[in-house]
Protein backbone atom coordinates (compact mmCIF):
# COMPACT_ATOMS: atom_id res chain seq x y z
CA UNK A 1 0.00 0.00 0.00
CA UNK A 2 1.59 3.57 -1.09
CA UNK A 3 1.62 5.98 1.59
CA UNK A 4 -0.35 8.33 -0.44
CA UNK A 5 -3.50 6.30 0.70
CA UNK A 6 -3.05 7.16 4.11
CA UNK A 7 -3.10 9.70 6.68
CA UNK A 8 0.99 10.61 6.46
CA UNK A 9 2.93 11.74 3.73
CA UNK A 10 6.33 10.63 3.64
CA UNK A 11 8.53 13.00 2.58
CA UNK A 12 11.79 11.98 1.19
CA UNK A 13 12.20 13.58 -2.47
CA UNK A 14 12.29 17.68 -3.36
CA UNK A 15 8.56 17.55 -4.64
CA UNK A 16 7.45 15.95 -1.24
CA UNK A 17 9.46 18.14 0.84
CA UNK A 18 8.86 21.51 -0.97
CA UNK A 19 4.81 20.14 -0.55
CA UNK A 20 5.11 20.15 3.09
CA UNK A 21 7.20 23.49 3.71
CA UNK A 22 4.22 24.71 1.40
CA UNK A 23 1.48 23.93 3.81
CA UNK A 24 3.76 24.55 6.80
CA UNK A 25 4.60 28.08 6.24
CA UNK A 26 1.26 29.16 5.76
CA UNK A 27 0.05 27.30 9.13
CA UNK A 28 -1.35 28.95 12.24
CA UNK A 29 1.13 26.45 14.31
CA UNK A 30 3.93 23.45 13.91
CA UNK A 31 3.28 20.33 15.30
CA UNK A 32 6.60 18.68 15.71
CA UNK A 33 7.95 14.93 17.22
CA UNK A 34 11.25 13.71 16.21
CA UNK A 35 12.44 10.13 16.02
CA UNK A 36 16.20 9.20 15.73
CA UNK A 37 18.54 6.85 17.23
CA UNK A 38 19.16 7.71 21.16
CA UNK A 39 17.72 10.75 20.25
CA UNK A 40 19.59 13.81 21.69
CA UNK A 41 21.98 12.02 23.53
CA UNK A 42 25.90 11.45 22.77
CA UNK A 43 25.61 9.11 20.14
CA UNK A 44 22.41 10.51 18.77
CA UNK A 45 21.44 10.41 15.02
CA UNK A 46 18.17 12.17 13.55
CA UNK A 47 15.93 10.13 11.48
CA UNK A 48 12.33 11.37 10.93
CA UNK A 49 10.65 14.72 11.86
CA UNK A 50 7.33 14.52 11.78
CA UNK A 51 5.41 17.74 11.25
CA UNK A 52 1.75 18.60 11.21
CA UNK A 53 -0.83 21.68 11.66
CA UNK A 54 -3.34 21.61 13.81
CA UNK A 55 -7.17 20.85 13.40
CA UNK A 56 -6.31 19.59 10.11
CA UNK A 57 -5.35 15.76 10.26
CA UNK A 58 -8.27 14.23 11.88
CA UNK A 59 -11.93 14.54 9.93
CA UNK A 60 -14.43 13.89 10.38
CA UNK A 61 -15.76 10.03 7.68
CA UNK A 62 -15.52 10.18 5.23
CA UNK A 63 -12.55 13.22 4.95
CA UNK A 64 -13.60 16.36 4.08
CA UNK A 65 -11.61 19.57 3.81
CA UNK A 66 -9.32 21.12 5.36
CA UNK A 67 -7.19 17.41 5.51
CA UNK A 68 -3.81 17.31 5.29
CA UNK A 69 -1.50 14.19 5.87
CA UNK A 70 1.29 14.42 8.62
CA UNK A 71 4.36 15.34 7.25
CA UNK A 72 7.28 12.82 8.41
CA UNK A 73 10.27 14.25 6.53
CA UNK A 74 13.10 11.60 6.35
CA UNK A 75 16.36 13.18 7.30
CA UNK A 76 18.69 10.99 6.13
CA UNK A 77 16.87 11.46 3.01
CA UNK A 78 18.33 15.23 2.44
CA UNK A 79 21.49 17.25 3.25
CA UNK A 80 21.53 19.80 5.86
CA UNK A 81 21.54 22.24 3.25
CA UNK A 82 18.29 20.86 1.81
CA UNK A 83 16.59 20.97 5.30
CA UNK A 84 17.43 24.13 5.60
CA UNK A 85 14.21 25.85 4.42
CA UNK A 86 12.47 23.73 6.50
CA UNK A 87 14.87 24.59 9.19
CA UNK A 88 14.32 28.14 9.16
CA UNK A 89 10.64 27.52 9.96
CA UNK A 90 11.58 25.76 13.17
CA UNK A 91 13.94 28.57 13.93
CA UNK A 92 11.95 31.42 13.11
CA UNK A 93 10.18 32.63 16.81
CA UNK A 94 7.40 34.20 15.20
CA UNK A 95 6.22 30.57 14.01
CA UNK A 96 4.30 28.67 17.04
CA UNK A 97 5.79 25.22 17.56
CA UNK A 98 4.06 22.88 19.27
CA UNK A 99 5.61 19.80 21.24
CA UNK A 100 5.66 17.34 24.13
CA UNK A 101 8.44 16.41 25.76
CA UNK A 102 10.44 17.35 23.61
CA UNK A 103 13.99 18.81 25.48
CA UNK A 104 15.74 15.45 23.33
CA UNK A 105 14.07 16.33 19.84
CA UNK A 106 15.21 19.97 20.72
CA UNK A 107 18.50 18.86 21.63
CA UNK A 108 18.60 16.67 18.70
CA UNK A 109 18.08 19.42 16.61
CA UNK A 110 20.41 21.59 17.93
CA UNK A 111 23.63 18.96 18.16
CA UNK A 112 22.91 17.19 15.33
CA UNK A 113 21.11 19.25 12.61
CA UNK A 114 22.47 22.43 13.83
CA UNK A 115 18.78 24.31 14.31
CA UNK A 116 18.17 26.32 17.53
CA UNK A 117 14.24 25.56 17.89
CA UNK A 118 12.31 28.94 18.53
CA UNK A 119 9.24 29.71 19.23
CA UNK A 120 7.88 26.51 20.39
CA UNK A 121 5.24 25.75 23.58
CA UNK A 122 5.67 22.06 25.25
CA UNK A 123 2.54 20.30 26.38
CA UNK A 124 3.86 18.65 28.98
CA UNK A 125 4.38 21.85 31.02
CA UNK A 126 1.13 22.56 30.09
CA UNK A 127 0.20 19.62 31.52
CA UNK A 128 1.52 20.26 34.41
CA UNK A 129 -0.04 23.57 34.55
CA UNK A 130 -3.02 22.36 34.12
CA UNK A 131 -3.37 20.08 37.40
CA UNK A 132 -3.80 23.65 39.40
CA UNK A 133 -6.31 24.93 37.30
CA UNK A 134 -7.94 21.82 37.37
CA UNK A 135 -8.20 21.93 41.07
CA UNK A 136 -5.38 19.85 42.42
CA UNK A 137 -3.28 20.98 45.39
CA UNK A 138 -0.27 19.60 46.80
CA UNK A 139 -1.41 16.28 48.19
CA UNK A 140 -2.23 15.25 44.73
CA UNK A 141 0.96 16.47 43.34
CA UNK A 142 2.86 14.14 46.50
CA UNK A 143 0.60 11.50 45.60
CA UNK A 144 1.70 11.33 41.82
CA UNK A 145 5.52 11.47 43.07
CA UNK A 146 4.67 8.82 45.80
CA UNK A 147 3.76 6.83 42.96
CA UNK A 148 6.98 7.21 41.49
CA UNK A 149 9.60 7.58 44.01
CA UNK A 150 7.74 5.17 46.50
CA UNK A 151 6.08 5.25 49.78
CA UNK A 152 8.60 5.18 52.22
CA UNK A 153 9.91 7.91 50.71
CA UNK A 154 7.15 10.53 51.26
CA UNK A 155 6.44 9.06 54.61
CA UNK A 156 9.04 10.92 56.43
CA UNK A 157 7.47 14.65 56.67
CA UNK A 158 11.36 16.06 56.57
CA UNK A 159 11.82 14.27 52.98
CA UNK A 160 8.64 14.93 52.12
CA UNK A 161 9.08 18.56 52.32
CA UNK A 162 11.67 17.62 49.83
CA UNK A 163 9.39 17.63 47.28
CA UNK A 164 6.89 20.65 47.04
CA UNK A 165 8.69 22.02 43.85
CA UNK A 166 9.08 18.33 42.35
CA UNK A 167 6.29 17.52 39.69
CA UNK A 168 6.01 14.28 37.85
CA UNK A 169 6.03 14.40 33.96
CA UNK A 170 3.42 12.51 32.18
CA UNK A 171 3.88 10.54 28.77
CA UNK A 172 2.01 11.84 25.83
CA UNK A 173 -0.24 8.59 25.43
CA UNK A 174 -1.00 8.89 29.61
CA UNK A 175 -1.62 12.84 29.56
CA UNK A 176 -3.97 12.16 26.68
CA UNK A 177 -6.13 9.67 28.67
CA UNK A 178 -6.11 11.42 31.68
CA UNK A 179 -7.00 14.67 30.01
CA UNK A 180 -10.59 12.51 29.01
CA UNK A 181 -9.65 12.94 25.20
CA UNK A 182 -11.62 10.89 22.51
CA UNK A 183 -9.00 9.50 20.26
CA UNK A 184 -11.25 7.34 18.20
CA UNK A 185 -10.98 9.24 15.40
CA UNK A 186 -7.43 8.35 14.74
CA UNK A 187 -7.08 5.87 12.01
CA UNK A 188 -4.22 3.56 13.14
CA UNK A 189 -5.89 1.66 16.07
CA UNK A 190 -3.62 0.57 18.67
CA UNK A 191 0.18 2.40 18.32
CA UNK A 192 2.42 -0.09 16.60
CA UNK A 193 5.76 -0.75 19.08
CA UNK A 194 8.35 1.50 19.45
CA UNK A 195 11.11 0.76 16.79
CA UNK A 196 15.01 0.72 17.81
CA UNK A 197 16.09 0.64 13.94
CA UNK A 198 15.59 4.22 13.18
CA UNK A 199 18.50 4.59 10.72
CA UNK A 200 17.64 1.65 8.85
CA UNK A 201 16.70 2.43 4.97
CA UNK A 202 14.09 1.57 3.44
CA UNK A 203 11.78 2.17 6.50
CA UNK A 204 8.54 0.59 6.93
CA UNK A 205 5.49 1.24 6.89
CA UNK A 206 5.10 0.30 10.75
CA UNK A 207 7.70 3.17 11.66
CA UNK A 208 6.46 5.80 9.66
CA UNK A 209 2.66 5.05 11.07
CA UNK A 210 4.52 4.95 14.69
CA UNK A 211 6.08 8.53 13.69
CA UNK A 212 2.73 10.20 12.62
CA UNK A 213 0.79 8.63 15.31
CA UNK A 214 2.24 11.00 18.35
CA UNK A 215 1.42 14.38 15.39
CA UNK A 216 -2.23 13.23 16.09
CA UNK A 217 -2.28 12.48 19.13
CA UNK A 218 -0.59 16.07 19.69
CA UNK A 219 -3.03 17.82 17.63
CA UNK A 220 -6.32 16.69 19.48
CA UNK A 221 -4.36 17.67 23.10
CA UNK A 222 -3.16 21.03 21.57
CA UNK A 223 -7.12 21.63 20.67
CA UNK A 224 -8.27 20.42 23.96
CA UNK A 225 -5.80 22.76 26.29
CA UNK A 226 -6.89 25.32 23.95
CA UNK A 227 -10.59 24.82 24.79
CA UNK A 228 -9.48 24.38 27.78
CA UNK A 229 -7.69 27.58 28.32
CA UNK A 230 -4.42 25.88 29.72
CA UNK A 231 -2.08 27.26 26.98
CA UNK A 232 -0.66 30.68 28.92
CA UNK A 233 1.22 33.15 27.99
CA UNK A 234 4.43 32.09 30.26
CA UNK A 235 3.95 28.92 28.62
CA UNK A 236 6.45 30.42 26.06
CA UNK A 237 9.06 30.94 28.53
CA UNK A 238 8.49 28.32 30.49
CA UNK A 239 8.96 25.70 27.20
CA UNK A 240 12.52 27.56 25.94
CA UNK A 241 13.75 26.93 29.28
CA UNK A 242 12.81 23.00 29.23
CA UNK A 243 13.81 22.68 25.58
CA UNK A 244 17.47 24.29 25.88
CA UNK A 245 18.14 22.39 28.95
CA UNK A 246 20.29 20.14 27.02
CA UNK A 247 21.68 23.14 24.81
CA UNK A 248 25.55 23.00 26.01
CA UNK A 249 26.14 19.71 25.43
CA UNK A 250 23.83 16.27 24.63
CA UNK A 251 22.99 13.87 28.01
CA UNK A 252 24.33 10.63 28.18
CA UNK A 253 21.49 7.96 27.73
CA UNK A 254 22.23 6.18 30.76
CA UNK A 255 22.77 9.28 32.93
CA UNK A 256 19.94 8.80 35.38
CA UNK A 257 19.94 12.05 36.43
CA UNK A 258 19.03 13.37 32.97
CA UNK A 259 16.56 10.07 31.81
CA UNK A 260 13.55 10.68 34.76
CA UNK A 261 9.70 11.65 34.70
CA UNK A 262 10.71 14.41 37.28
CA UNK A 263 10.21 18.00 36.26
CA UNK A 264 13.48 19.75 36.34
CA UNK A 265 13.46 22.58 38.51
CA UNK A 266 13.44 26.18 37.55
CA UNK A 267 10.96 25.92 34.59
CA UNK A 268 8.41 26.66 36.03
CA UNK A 269 9.42 27.95 39.52
CA UNK A 270 11.60 30.25 40.09
CA UNK A 271 14.22 31.16 42.82
CA UNK A 272 14.73 34.95 44.06
CA UNK A 273 17.88 36.37 41.45
CA UNK A 274 19.63 37.49 44.99
CA UNK A 275 20.43 33.94 46.02
CA UNK A 276 24.35 32.00 45.08
CA UNK A 277 24.45 29.20 42.53
CA UNK A 278 25.29 26.36 43.36
CA UNK A 279 26.28 23.18 40.72
CA UNK A 280 24.08 20.05 41.37
CA UNK A 281 26.45 17.34 41.77
CA UNK A 282 23.71 14.53 39.85
CA UNK A 283 21.92 16.76 36.94
CA UNK A 284 25.32 18.92 37.08
CA UNK A 285 23.04 22.13 36.84
CA UNK A 286 23.86 25.50 38.36
CA UNK A 287 20.93 26.31 40.51
CA UNK A 288 20.00 28.52 43.23
CA UNK A 289 20.95 26.94 46.51
CA UNK A 290 17.24 27.17 47.33
CA UNK A 291 16.68 24.28 45.03
CA UNK A 292 19.26 22.13 47.58
CA UNK A 293 17.95 20.26 50.91
CA UNK A 294 19.71 21.63 54.16
CA UNK A 295 19.77 18.88 56.77
CA UNK A 296 21.22 19.20 60.34
CA UNK A 297 24.22 17.20 61.22
CA UNK A 298 24.07 14.28 63.46
CA UNK A 299 26.73 15.34 65.44
CA UNK A 300 26.70 19.06 65.08
CA UNK A 301 24.22 21.73 65.02
CA UNK A 302 25.39 23.22 61.45
CA UNK A 303 23.27 22.98 58.65
CA UNK A 304 24.48 20.86 56.13
CA UNK A 305 23.47 21.32 52.28
CA UNK A 306 23.28 18.65 50.42
CA UNK A 307 25.15 18.58 47.01
CA UNK A 308 22.37 17.27 44.50
CA UNK A 309 19.27 18.94 43.89
CA UNK A 310 15.35 18.40 44.98
CA UNK A 311 14.90 16.19 41.80
CA UNK A 312 18.42 14.82 41.67
CA UNK A 313 17.63 13.82 45.82
CA UNK A 314 14.45 12.15 44.60
CA UNK A 315 15.92 9.96 41.60
CA UNK A 316 18.24 8.16 44.37
CA UNK A 317 15.46 6.13 45.00
CA UNK A 318 14.29 4.61 41.76
CA UNK A 319 15.56 1.74 40.33
CA UNK A 320 18.09 3.29 37.39
CA UNK A 321 17.02 -0.03 35.32
CA UNK A 322 13.32 1.86 35.56
CA UNK A 323 14.49 4.57 34.09
CA UNK A 324 16.15 3.58 30.99
CA UNK A 325 13.22 1.31 29.43
CA UNK A 326 10.44 3.88 30.25
CA UNK A 327 11.45 7.00 32.40
CA UNK A 328 7.36 7.90 32.73
CA UNK A 329 6.48 4.94 34.22
CA UNK A 330 5.44 3.99 38.13
CA UNK A 331 8.56 1.62 39.02
CA UNK A 332 7.72 -1.55 40.10
CA UNK A 333 7.21 -1.99 43.78
CA UNK A 334 9.89 -4.82 43.96
CA UNK A 335 12.54 -2.52 42.65
CA UNK A 336 13.95 -5.63 40.85
CA UNK A 337 15.84 -4.60 37.50
CA UNK A 338 14.96 -8.50 36.68
CA UNK A 339 11.22 -8.04 36.99
CA UNK A 340 10.92 -4.74 34.46
CA UNK A 341 9.67 -6.54 31.82
CA UNK A 342 6.14 -5.13 32.00
CA UNK A 343 6.41 -1.72 33.98
CA UNK A 344 5.38 0.29 31.09
CA UNK A 345 1.80 2.13 30.89
CA UNK A 346 1.12 0.15 27.59
CA UNK A 347 0.92 -3.33 28.22
CA UNK A 348 2.76 -5.88 26.53
CA UNK A 349 -0.22 -7.48 24.81
CA UNK A 350 -0.55 -3.86 23.41
CA UNK A 351 3.24 -4.03 22.30
CA UNK A 352 3.24 -7.46 20.62
CA UNK A 353 0.31 -6.63 18.93
CA UNK A 354 0.45 -7.76 15.04
CA UNK A 355 1.09 -4.83 12.57
CA UNK A 356 -1.41 -6.69 10.48
CA UNK A 357 -3.95 -5.91 12.44
CA UNK A 358 -4.31 -2.68 11.89
CA UNK A 359 -6.51 -1.36 9.55
CA UNK A 360 -5.89 1.63 7.11
CA UNK A 361 -8.34 1.16 4.16
CA UNK A 362 -11.03 3.62 4.94
CA UNK A 363 -8.06 6.18 5.92
CA UNK A 364 -7.49 7.27 2.38
CA UNK A 365 -5.53 9.96 0.72
CA UNK A 366 -7.92 12.86 -1.18
CA UNK A 367 -7.30 12.88 -4.57
CA UNK A 368 -8.07 17.06 -4.48
CA UNK A 369 -5.35 17.27 -2.05
CA UNK A 370 -3.37 18.53 -4.68
CA UNK A 371 -4.65 21.08 -5.39
CA UNK A 372 -5.80 22.14 -2.17
CA UNK A 373 -4.41 24.90 -0.52
CA UNK A 374 -4.86 25.87 3.16
CA UNK A 375 -4.54 29.09 3.21
CA UNK A 376 -7.50 30.07 1.50
CA UNK A 377 -9.81 27.42 2.66
CA UNK A 378 -12.08 28.93 4.69
CA UNK A 379 -14.55 26.31 5.13
CA UNK A 380 -16.06 24.84 8.14
CA UNK A 381 -15.87 21.07 9.20
CA UNK A 382 -17.01 18.60 12.17
CA UNK A 383 -14.74 16.23 14.00
ZN1 LIG B 1 20.16 18.07 40.13
Redesign the pocket.
Known sequence: MSSSQNTYLLCNNKTTLSRAVDALKNAPAILIDCEAKINGCIGGTLSLISLGVPSSLLSSRPRIPPFLPVFVVDALAFSKNELRQLYKLLEDASVRKVIFGGRNDSSELHHGQGVSLAGAIDLQIADIISRGMRGEGIEDQMQRIERYVGREELDDPERRACYTRVHRLSCLDRCVKEHGINTDLIPYGPKPSHSTAWLKRPLNHRQVVYAADDILLLDLLYRHFQTRGYILPALVSQSAKFLSIHRRRRPSEHDR?WSHGLLPLEIIDKSSNAQAHVV?A??K?D?PSDCFPVRTSENSTTDIRVD??F??CGLAHISHQCHLRNPYADPEPSQNAEDHNNSDDESADDLARDFDELSFIEWEYPDWYDLYDPATDDSEYEY
Do not use: I, M, T
Request: hydrophobic share 20%; charged share 20%; aromatic share 10%.
Open positions: YCGCRLKCVC
